[in-house]
């Protein structure tokens, strides 16, 4: 198929670094023959109201440095609906869009996968600070995030050790752990909570009781905000059962913005080139993915699997269905094997955060 126009939008929460795969999509795009790249406003929202504008290779310049995203992101209850689809699916055949690369999450990657069975190829890119998608080993985000949350962390610490305190700091990350692991053991914090791992409270009380009996003055306990309605009240009981003064912080939206680091620059650089190639290569119902290092990709709706299996969210009908058509073996040794990266960093940061 000859694409002559294309569509790209960003969806979700937004992550720095999208700026860099819009860049990165638009050019490659047009770079290969596509005749017009259309920006997409605000996510699926933005396609249903047809809030669109034509870029060029000059009007994504000097936005690869640049937090946020240029074509804004927001939620879309309506493009789930029956009529917000068909509406979307018109829109794409008034403006000659040939198919769509959709920067986001997974709620992004199911409006693609949708958008595909209607007739409109897309390809999704993985964006979304909390590295929460379980198909790609990255996601674009993820690193400006966390040095975020290691500058702010290392200046709490300098105040800690000033008045011999502990403080208590909630990152992001809803389904997944990530930040809290990688910035936990960046910043030598004492204690990690995440909602994925068991967490023996008794035991991190007792570590940092007997820190503080080793001359230490001052605690980071990171936890991710996964662990629901933990972190304030655990600053509390802290301080009641080690007598040190302890303090809460919540990090919350500040670690979404921010310029992109030079991992998310080049991640979404790469990726975005990916996806273009993919959707110009005649593909569709993709999500571009990073395995071991390498830039590769995977068919959506194995992906949207693999991420319910590791969250534990598959039925045992869903587990049925896998096995009769023998992908269940090759989705597990997927999880099987994120899950113990993730169980390897919990016990590295047991082990020397001390
Ligand atoms: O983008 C991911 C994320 O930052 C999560 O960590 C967090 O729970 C959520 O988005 C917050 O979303 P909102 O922007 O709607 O407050």
Redesign the pocket.
Same mark, same amino acid.
């Given at each position: 198929m000859q694409f002559k126009r294309i569509g790209v939008l960003t969806s @979700? @929460?937004? *992550?720095p670094g999208m700026n860099a795969a819009i860049r990165s999509v638009v050019r490659t795009a047009i770079g290969r023959g596509v005749e017009e790249v259309y920006g997409i406003y605000s996510g699926y929202k933005g396609l249903i109201e047809e809030d669109m504008e034509l870029l060029n290779i000059r009007s994504v310049s000097n936005i690869i440095s640049h937090g946020g995203t240029m074509l804004y992101s927001a939620?879309c209850p309506e493009f789930k609906t029956e009529e917000g689809m068909q509406r979307a699916v018109d829109v794409c055949k008034k403006r000659g869009i040939d198919g769509i690369i959709a920067i986001g %999450?997974d709620g992004t990657f199911r409006g693609a996968t949708d958008l595909t069975r209607r007739g409109i190829p897309c390809i999704g890119i993985p964006a979304? /600070?909390?590295n929460?998608i379980s198909s790609t080993d990255y996601t674009i @985000?993820f690193d400006t *995030?966390m040095n975020t949350v290691v500058e702010l962390v290392d200046k709490l610490r300098d105040t800690c050790e000033s008045h011999a305190r502990c403080n208590v700091v909630e990152v992001? @990350?809803?389904?997944a752990g990530d /930040?809290a692991l990688h910035t936990g053991i960046a910043t030598g914090a004492i204690s990690i909570a995440v909602r994925e791992l068991p967490y023996d409270e008794d035991q991190a009380i007792a570590k940092i009781i007997k820190a503080r009996e080793n001359k230490k003055r001052n605690f980071i306990v990171i936890v991710a905000? %996964?662990k629901e309605n933990f972190a304030e009240a655990y600053a509390k009981r802290i301080e009641e059962k080690t007598g040190i003064e302890t303090r809460f912080s919540r990090l *919350?939206?500040v670690?979404?913005g921010g310029n992109p680091t030079v991992r998310d620059r080049v991640t979404a650089s790469l990726m975005g080139k990916a996806a273009v190639m993919e959707l110009l290569d005649g593909k569709s119902n993709l999500v571009i993915c990073e395995r071991k290092g390498v830039i590769t990709s995977m068919d959506i709706n194995k992906a949207l699997k693999i991420d319910r299996m590791f969250k534990d969210l598959m039925t045992p009908e869903e587990y049925a269905e896998l096995e009769a058509e023998g992908s269940l073996v090759d989705m597990r040794r997927h999880c099987e094997e994120r899950a113990a990266a993730k169980l390897n960093l919990y016990r590295i940061s047991q082990e020397i955060c001390k």
């Open positions: @979700g @929460g937004d *992550a939620r %999450g979304t /600070i909390d929460d @985000g *995030a992001m @990350g809803k389904y /930040i905000e %996964g *919350a939206h670690q979404r």
